[in-house]
Nanobody, 119 residues
Framework: QVQLVESGGGLVQPGGSLRLSCAAS????????MGWLRQAPGMQRELVAG???????NYADSVKGRFTISRDNAKKMVYLQMNSLKPEDAGVYYC?????????????WGQGTQVTVSS
C-alpha cells in the first residue's frame, strides 16, 4: 500500500514553468513505477510522464522536450518539471504508482493538483 500527496500546482503564464512534487509513503516505494497523469475538463485522463523502478522514463508526445519526470527513492519523492507551458497543458495532475506487474494500469493515486496556464 502506498499513499501519494501532490503539491506544486498553480497558475502560470504561457511559457512559464512549474515543478510538481509527489510525496509517497510506504516501505515499498522503490519497487513501484510512478507516473504523472493529467485530466483536462471533458477529457480522459492521460499519461503525461512515467518513470520505472529502474529509472527509465517515457513521455507523451505532447510534452517531450518540455517536461522531465524524476524520482528520489531515498526521499520517496517523484517530481515533474514542466517548462514552456502551454494552455493545453492545463488540468488536474495526478501522481500514481504501479505495482511491479505487466500492464499500464496504475494501482494507487493521489488527490491531484490543479495546473492552470493562462495569461
Amino acid at each position: 500500500q502506498v499513499q501519494l500527496v501532490e503539491s506544486g500546482g498553480g497558475l502560470v503564464q504561457p511559457g512559464g514553468s512549474l515543478r510538481l512534487s509527489c510525496a509517497a509513503s510506504g516501505s515499498m516505494f522503490r519497487v513501484y513505477s510512478m507516473g504523472w497523469l493529467r485530466q483536462a475538463p471533458g477529457m480522459q485522463r492521460e499519461l503525461v510522464a512515467g518513470i520505472s523502478n529502474g529509472g527509465s522514463t517515457n513521455y507523451a508526445d505532447s510534452v517531450k522536450g518540455r517536461f522531465t519526470i524524476s524520482r528520489d527513492n531515498a526521499k520517496k519523492m517523484v517530481y515533474l518539471q514542466m517548462n514552456s507551458l502551454k494552455p493545453e497543458d492545463a488540468g488536474v495532475y495526478y501522481c500514481a504508482a504501479k505495482r511491479p506487474r505487466p500492464g499500464p494500469v496504475y494501482d494507487y493515486w493521489g488527490q491531484g493538483t490543479q495546473v492552470t496556464v493562462s495569461s
